[in-house]
């Protein structure tokens, strides 16, 4: 079938498994035209289908050479209904690995549940024996507790107050106004039960009993800052608590694997368009305006480029990880520049409708945001039939 993006608000409905395979190969490629990472050797990454973990799961496997156990929730085709992109994206990343041949392989399911957990690691006891480097990048909108059966929704929200800003619709290029309520008590709660450090704890502690942690293992977790303007609605905002909790169980998490000579951080990465951050208000616009200045200076990143740095500069360098007063690894250091943020700022309180397009780097926001299903890639024919039907190959039966 001829496969064409479909929008439902600000979800694509629809991927096209070449341009996804394209999107896959084009971070291997990166990956492989820099010098070797000396970093894991068997890798869980949890999340490992979009955005930063397929970007991790790449270093770890096409940089260090690492086996991969990648955990996601995606959905393959079925009839004429795609398969999401995360789907394609692993097809095509196993693809790639078993032709290098680096092991990889794969679980489809609920990561908050714990049967996902007991099936990973079994299959790690079976196929890796332990695993040396965890790796926690989920982004959902909801978890079932699987201790309590209870249903949570993560919201983002201010706390407080409400919070009026600018906000870019990236389809059209509008820039408005919008107004976001504030978060009452239990969506607080549900958010940090969604996106906090809870499933994580419960990861790390269920693969330390289990024995499946090698002697060293680092876990880590991803999070984000960003400037002021943005605060209300992510850092301040139900988000940012549970990122504030998540932050908070890297201590509790690092003392538990200091045990086994291992370590616990949180990374704050770059603002980049994933699934996940296109659908926050405001902070499209502040995206848009980030990657116009970062690409003027130079100094544009998307995830591999961050994967890779965080990896080679940071986890994998060699001495002492350096992090900051609160102990957080920082690879959100050329975005959190003082020249870039002055500059952002300036620009931001001077976009409107009119000359979004010369301030900021809207059509770079929407490509990415087209790319993350597959389309708008470079060399891929979109009129042409495509079997949808994609297997990820460690799935089959
Ligand atoms: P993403 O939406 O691209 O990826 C989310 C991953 O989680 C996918 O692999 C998805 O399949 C998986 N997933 C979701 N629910 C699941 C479930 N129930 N079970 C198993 N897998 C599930 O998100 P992302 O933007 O790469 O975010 C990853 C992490 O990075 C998050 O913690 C996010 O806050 C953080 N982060 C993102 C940004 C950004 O700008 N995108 C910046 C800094 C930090």
Redesign the pocket.
Known sequence: MVIKPKFRGFICTTAHPEGCEREVRQQIEFVKSKPAVNGPKKALI?????????ASRIVAAFGAGAETLG????RPSSGNRTATA?WYNTAAFEKAAAEAGIKALSLN????SDELKQQAIELIKREFGQVDLVVY????PK?VHPKTGELFSSVIKPIGQAFTNKTVDFHTGEVSEVTIEPANEEEIRHTIQV?GGEDWEMWVDALLEAGVLADGAISI????IGPEITHPVYREGTIGRA?DHLEATAKELDAKLQKIGGHAWVS?????V????SAIPVVPLYISLLYRVMKEKGLHEG?IEQMYRLFTERLYAGGPVPVDEKGLIRIDDLEMRDDIQREVLERWHAVNGENLNELSDIEGFRRDFFRLFGFESDGVDYEADVNPDVKIPSLQE
């Open positions: 949890i999340g490992a289908s979009t955005g930063y973990g397929l955990i996601f929730f995606e995360g399911g609920d990561a908050f990048s989920l982004a959902a978890r996106m977790a991803y999070s984000y990122k704050v990465n770059k603002a980049l994933t699934q996940s951050s995830c």
